[in-house]
Every structure is written in C-alpha cells, then in structure tokens.
C-alpha cells in the first residue's frame, strides 16, 4: 500500500545552454511503507552521530551550553568524523598549548579548519613579529583570528604597508585584530572619510588605529555632526583630538549640549579643547572643566608611559 511521506524536496538544477541561467523543478517522491521505516532510521542515525558529538565533547571538558552553541553556531559539525577530522583539531590546539574548551566555545568554526590552515595563519602572524608566547596570548584573546580568511590577512598587511606607510603593521594587529575580520569595503569607507576630512589617514591612525574598524555610519554620522558644528574647521577638532573620530554622534551631542545649558560656550570648547569631551558626562557634571581637563591629561601620560 502506498502512502505520502513527508520528506525534503529535492531542488534538481537544470541548466539553459544558451545563457547558463538556472531555473528549478522541484521534484516530490513518494515512498511506500518500507521507505518510511528508512526514513525514520535515517532520523535515529543523525541523532545518534549528535549523541556521540556530545559525548566527545563532554569528554573534552566542554560545558552543555557550550556544546549546543557550537551546534547551533556551526551545524554542520555533524557531518565531520570524530576520528578522521575532529580529533586532528583538538589535538592541534593542545598541540599548540590552547585551551580547546575555551577556543570552541568562542569560535566553533575553528571545527571548520583544517589543522595546516590554522598554522598557516600562525606562521603569517610570526612574520610580522608577533611570535612566540606573545603569538599564543594573542590568539587566547582572538580565537577568531584562526579562522579568518588567509587572503584578508595578505590584504591587510598590503594595505598598512604600502597605502598608509607602516613600517611594523605589528603594533596594528595587536591593537586592533577585527582589521583582519572586516571587509576591504568597511576600512576603505573609513580611510576614505578620513581624507575627506582633509585629515592625513596615517597619522590619524597611527594614534588611533581602532578608528580603522569604527563602524562606517558611526564614523559619518560623527564626522557630520561636527562638521555641521564648525565647518571645515572640523579638520581642526579632529586634528587636535583625533579619539573623538571614534565617539558615537549622541555621545558627543549629549555632552555639548549639557555644556552649553550651563553656560559655556561649547563650540569653542570643541575648537579649543576638544579633548574634554572624551569625558563621560558625569564627570563634566561633577567637576568644573578645567578640573576634569587636568585628570584627563593626567590619564593621557600615564598611558603614555
């Protein structure tokens, strides 16, 4: 006796010869009883293979909630062997002194990667002078940088290299390692902007190069913003205290209008010392600014040295 079983529809792609367009013809199968039961057993299959993931896992010290993120996050673990593909990852990061709970759990997709690409994004990193212990605590801190894309990685390096003049692209990578992690597209609108501002973009980074990855309408809202305030003397706000390129526009908003609720002429507060604003509003309202002016120069050599 035949019945209809709920199973996918297959997609079959048929190709025109003419223009390679595709167009689709959805296929519907109809199984009789006996399918039904392989069906139902191909179910209790996939099941299992998630079972014994699970329990890999856990046998690797991996946290319950842990284990459903990577699943969620990368569902096509259970396609890969425990033994022939898993296994080899693991034993790479502890090959190479990584915590394998805390890498996967921060970025599953490192089960994506074979262990030869992941050194090859490590032998890159050692070139440019991150090596070493300082190359491990990089990546515990950035267990995304072992699957980002290889050629991101030639592209980024060329770009700080030959189009902004950096000598050791290390410091860069260090302070900021979402470059590598963002498009070409994002750091070019960024760069872009920044010369529109009639500011030099290396030396605007190479005092804060996390502007790089600031996101793109943040940058531009921020950058109107001012300028709407001073004109092309915004070149001059900027070029005093470059940090404020990367403050969200409400951030700044906030604070010039408090200023000027109280009385101070917050235009020229922003030509004449725009760093005041890298204040948090409450300190602004708890001290008068040439008190709050002095605590952040004192933050700003601290750092410095």
Not at 80 to 90: H, Q
Not at 149 to 173: H, R, S, T
Not at 282 to 291: G, V, Y
């Amino acid at each position: 006796m035949w019945r209809r079983v709920h199973t996918p529809i297959t997609l079959e792609r048929l190709y025109r010869s003419s223009k390679h367009c595709q167009r689709i013809r959805l296929v519907r199968y109809f199984s009789n009883r006996n399918d039904f039961s392989a069906t139902e057993s191909e179910l209790e299959d996939d099941q299992s293979t998630k079972d014994d993931l699970t329990d890999f896992f856990k046998s690797e010290g991996i946290s319950l909630g842990g284990i459903n993120y990577i699943f969620r996050r990368f569902p096509d673990v259970t396609k890969l062997d425990i033994e022939k593909d898993l296994r080899d990852i693991v034993n790479f990061l502890k090959t190479q002194d990584f915590e394998v709970p805390a890498m996967l759990e921060a970025n599953p997709m490192i089960l994506d990667r074979d262990p030869k690409y992941m050194l090859q994004i490590m032998e890159f990193m050692t070139g440019t002078g991150i090596e070493g212990h300082k190359l491990k605590e990089f990546i515990r801190d950035n267990p995304e940088f072992l699957t980002v894309e290889y050629k991101n990685l030639y592209w980024v390096k060329a770009f700080l290299e030959d189009e902004l003049g950096f000598d050791d692209i290390q410091d860069v990578l260090e302070e900021v390692p979402d470059i590598a992690l963002k498009s070409e597209h994002e750091v070019r609108s960024n760069t872009d902007l920044i010369r529109q501002m009639g500011l030099n973009a290396a030396e605007v980074f190479g005092v804060v190069p996390w502007v790089l990855v600031t996101p793109p309408q943040q940058l531009k809202d921020t950058c109107q913003f001012v300028f709407d305030l001073v004109g092309v003397q915004a070149k001059r706000v900027f070029t005093l205290c470059p940090q404020l390129l990367d403050y969200d526009q409400k951030n700044l908003e906030s604070k010039m209008l408090y200023l000027h609720e109280h009385g101070h002429n917050s235009r020229n507060v922003l030509l004449n010392e725009p760093g005041l604003l890298q204040a948090t509003l409450n300190e602004l309202k708890e001290s008068d600014l040439d008190t709050v002016l002095e605590k952040l120069l004192v933050e700003q050599d601290a750092e410095e040295d």
